[in-house]
């Protein structure tokens, strides 16, 4: 029998025991720390035991799930094989981490973040698992609407024609959309931690005090300016830009789009260049109108006075010479008219490689100091032209080139037949389809933008006033427009000039023309001139009856209209102008053609052959004579038409 505790002995057993309940009572309170912690935790907490049966689950998982009582929570899974891996792994000792989708209250499938893991006993033996879940159905879809907003923002940037910049605080690139690249040369790559080089320098202050105002107002802007592009060409651009906030809602950054606008600058300086000059070419083809009538009178007189001189008479070298200067005044209210686009004397069709040579052969011959150097495309389609015409284009390149190279130079002529597309024709105004092009090249001083912008201005010139009219370059534009061709000029400072018409090839083929006959042949028969200028009319009688001809003289249409209503079987020609008061030329040939259809009628002008002289012809004229006109040219041209078969 053991003896009694003794009472030190008891007194010790009792203090063991106080010391045991408050390790229980503590490890309570832990145990409801905890479970206070657990039951009002925000995720989803949820607790089986080894035979997967569930027998725990927080208030929030009693939001998310709902009540599943002792199901297997691998149920709740919308995968169920990825809960039955769920399970396996944990019991096997493990733990997993992931995503997985499970389904919710009413069936709402949910994106849910798994973390969980295994309930053990002091030994190591899985009594158990907890589960984790974090409901991140909301974050997955705010993500994905991120990246489908970032996706289309990306689509927005990669198909923008527009080049487009997204600047740090600071200026410095940090994405450039491929449009930037394509027009402006630069990848972001070569811009990385750098400023871009293309602000001109005389729109650096203008940059900068937009950019200090879009950060001080928050508002957007837009505004015109030029930039650089990186092989050194200059654009003009429309600014538009933003500021970046970030989440806090300050400026971090700025985008940028910049809206090429050369190209419409460029058509809109061309539409009103057009305007401007279709204005003057009214005026210069009325005033070459005017000029060529009095040329008329003072040729006339000086024709019909050479006429009656011997080569040996001391005035036959005075007379000369007034034709000369009439020739010469002649030629230059050609160039007016050419300008004005007054019309094609002769029409037919034309090899430009004949004419080129022709045309450069007899330049060659008398400036020796140029080299010219000759490329022509074999086989060239013919183009329906007046020779007279394109050559004076040719000699007016020729000669601004000569004016270009005081000290000498090289001359590059080259034909080709070209096919112009529509976005090439559309700016000036022409048709798309095939062409033969005359490019011309030398070597000369060039010109910069403000010289080349105003080359086809008429009475513009950069020469001296006895080397030039400003005359040239305008009458050929005005030529080569009236053909219903283009005409360019490429040139920069230092590096000569190209100039490059192109003219509309033709099927046709090409027409040699009459020989000239030099010679005067006279006639019989009864002529009706009908002018309303008094000088042109008194001139006029005079030279046709010195080629033996019958002369009715009528001041205007209705007078004309009036005599041939009378003597209708004694006149054989009608030389009809074109421009009177009243009943102008066409209306009259309308009439005379039902008084009758079978007289001849020369249409005489100081206009050329323009779109009204034209419409005459085609209803049946039988040609057309420019004032002013030499006793010879009149003789050769009227036995032309009384001669020719009806």
Not at 490 to 502: E, I, L, P, V
Request: net charge negative; charged share 25%.
């Amino acid at each position: 029998m053991s003896a009694e505790p003794t009472y030190e002995q008891l007194v010790q057993r009792l203090a063991e025991l106080e010391k045991v309940i408050e390790g229980y009572r503590r490890i309570e309170a832990r145990e409801d720390q905890f479970r206070t912690a657990v039951e009002h935790s925000s995720d989803a907490i949820g607790m089986s035991t080894p035979e997967g049966r569930h027998w725990y689950q927080n208030e929030a998982f009693d939001r998310l799930f709902g009540e599943i009582g002792q199901d297997p929570p691998a149920s709740l899974y919308v995968d169920e094989k990825i809960g039955r891996q769920v399970f396996d792994t944990i019991m096997a000792g493990g733990k997993w981490t992931g995503e997985v989708k499970m389904v919710g209250k009413s069936g709402r499938i949910l994106d849910i973040l798994l973390r969980a893991f295994a309930i053990k006993d002091k030994h190591g033996h899985v009594i158990g698992l907890v589960g984790t879940h974090t409901d991140i159905t909301a974050r997955n879809q705010a993500e994905a609407d991120l990246r489908e907003r970032e996706e289309k923002l990306r689509t927005i940037l990669l198909a923008s024609p527009d080049p487009m910049v997204m600047y740090d605080s600071g200026g410095i690139p940090q994405y450039v959309n491929p449009a930037f690249t394509d027009v402006f040369g630069w990848s972001l790559d070569e811009l990385k931690g750098k400023r871009i080089p293309f602000v001109p320098e005389d729109q650096v202050d203008k940059t900068a005090a937009e950019i200090e105002k879009i950060y001080a107002s928050g508002t957007t802007t837009r505004f015109e300016t030029r930039r650089y592009t990186k092989d050194g060409r200059t654009l003009d651009v429309i600014v538009s830009a933003a500021v970046i906030r970030g989440s806090d809602g300050g400026a971090q950054g700025m985008t940028v789009n910049l809206t090429d606008i050369s190209e419409r600058k460029s058509l809109q300086a061309q539409y009103e260049q057009a305007q401007r000059m279709e204005s003057l070419g009214t005026l210069a083809g009325g005033i070459a109108h005017d000029f060529n009538n009095l040329l008329m009178g003072i040729q006339g007189r000086a024709s019909l006075m050479a006429v009656d001189l011997e080569p040996g008479h001391p005035l036959y070298e005075h007379v000369r010479g007034i034709e000369q200067h009439v020739k010469s005044a002649g030629d230059l209210t050609k160039q007016l008219l050419g300008f004005a686009r007054g019309g094609k004397y002769e029409v037919r069709p034309l090899n430009l490689n004949e004419l080129v040579l022709s045309s450069a052969e007899m330049f060659g011959r008398t400036k020796k100091e140029i080299r010219i150097h000759t490329v022509l495309e074999e086989k060239l389609p013919s183009v329906e032209a007046d020779q007279r015409q394109i050559e004076q284009v040719l000699l007016n390149i020729f000669v601004n080139a000569w004016q270009a190279m005081p000290d000498g130079g090289e001359l590059h002529i080259e034909t080709r037949r070209i096919v112009l597309d529509e976005a090439f024709c559309m700016s000036h105004q022409v048709a798309p389809g095939a062409y033969v092009s005359v490019s011309i090249t030398d070597t000369g001083v060039g010109m910069d933008e403000t010289v080349r912008n105003r080359i086809f201005d008429p009475f513009f010139t950069t020469k001296e006033k006895s080397r030039g009219t400003g005359l040239g370059l305008a009458s050929a534009f005005g030529i080569i427009k009236n053909h219903g061709g283009i005409i360019t000029a490429d040139s920069r400072k230092g590096c000569g000039a190209t100039f490059t018409f192109y003219l509309r090839a033709s099927t046709k083929k090409v027409s040699r023309g009459a020989p000239i006959v030099q010679t005067l042949q006279k006639g019989s028969e009864t002529i009706l001139v009908v002018d309303d200028e008094a000088l042109i009319l008194d001139v006029g009688r005079s030279m046709l009856e010195k080629l033996g001809y019958r002369v009715i003289p009528a001041g205007n249409g209705e007078d004309a209209i009036s005599i041939l209503s009378g003597m209708r079987a004694k006149v054989d020609l009608v030389i009809l102008d074109l421009i009177m008061p009243g009943l102008d030329g066409g209306k009259t040939f309308d009439r005379i053609r039902t008084i009758d259809p079978t007289l001849r009628v020369l249409l005489s002008s100081g206009y050329a052959l323009d779109g009204q002289a034209e419409a005459v012809l085609k209803k049946g004229c039988s040609g057309f004579i420019q004032k002013p006109f030499t006793l010879q040219e009149l003789s050769n041209k009227i036995r032309s038409i009384l001669d020719s078969p009806d």
